[in-house]
């Protein structure tokens, strides 16, 4: 069984990689289901990390898509919130996506994609620019040769891409938490566009536990202009190679 080459050899035979935020998870705050979101409409409330009268809504989720080797229902994948908190750093605020069904083997693949839009309010029902930057991160578990990716689009209102960013497992590289500054802002709303594929090559296992998005109230540095270019780059690059080394791998002796 090939695994690897970036992991201890005491732990070959299966590769469990991931970033876990530090999070606080609450029943007022309370776990959806997507059926709730997309079907029935419902939003997400989490509180601020820095202020107790501003919260993020999530809102909005739209355009489901599911393709490949399984179809997940939609009563078996979840949102769940991630709460803010004080200290240094403040937890940051967000969601966490995940489905014990998401996994494949043996040359399988799927694909799952989808939009929401995400907004601060105060507490007298005002919108308020405070969102400067956010994290996506990745807990997986990749047995030989395949591929896991997790792709994510952030807007402006007008449609403008303000961040682009990508976590992925291979059997040679691997990028689990990727944080980035908004072009512009602070901003009050945002639209998020989100792409999770896995592949398994002959033999392998490819699954997602989860995939975490949080956001930041706190102003760092702007990203170069060719930051979002060169996401979109490496993730052809990434693809690109992935599926010569599994077409070749899968040709016969």
């Known amino acids: 069984m090939k695994t690897s080459s970036l992991i201890p050899p005491d732990r070959a035979g299966a590769l469990l990689l991931g970033v876990v935020l530090t999070t606080q998870f609450s029943a007022v705050a309370a776990s959806k289901t997507f059926h709730d979101l997309f079907i029935n409409g419902e939003s997400i409330i989490v509180p601020s990390s820095v202020s107790p009268t ?10 489901l898509s599911q393709s490949g080797d399984l179809n997940v229902p939609l009563t078996a994948m979840f949102a769940d919130p ?11 605020p967000g969601l ?14 799927y694909d799952v994609s989808f939009n929401f839009q995400v907004r601060m309010w105060n507490a007298a029902g005002q919108l308020v620019s405070r969102l400067t930057d956010n994290t996506l991160a990745i807990l997986g578990e990749l047995t ?3 591929f896991i990716g997790v792709a994510e689009g952030v807007l402006d209102r007008p449609g403008n891409t303000l961040a682009s960013k990508f976590v992925y497992l291979t059997p040679t590289a691997m990028v689990l938490q990727h944080h980035q500054v908004f072009s512009g802002g602070p ?5 998020i566009a989100k792409d999770m594929a896995l592949l398994a090559g002959p033999g392998g296992l490819a699954s997602v536990s989860y995939f975490d998005q949080s956001f930041s109230e706190v102003t760092g540095h702007v990203p170069e202009p060719s930051t979002s270019a060169a996401i979109v780059a490496l993730m052809a690059m990434v693809w690109g190679a992935t599926w010569r080394r599994l077409q070749s791998s899968s040709k016969p002796a």
């Open 96 to 109: 966490r996506f995940s489905s014990a069904l998401w996994s494949v083997a043996d040359g399988a693949d």
């Open 54 to 63: 501003l919260h993020l809504e999530f809102l909005n989720f739209r355009n």
């Open 144 to 146: 030989g040769p395949g």
């Open 187 to 191: 901003y009050s709303e945002l639209a």
């Open 82 to 92: 991630i709460l803010g908190g004080p200290g240094f750093p403040a937890l940051e």
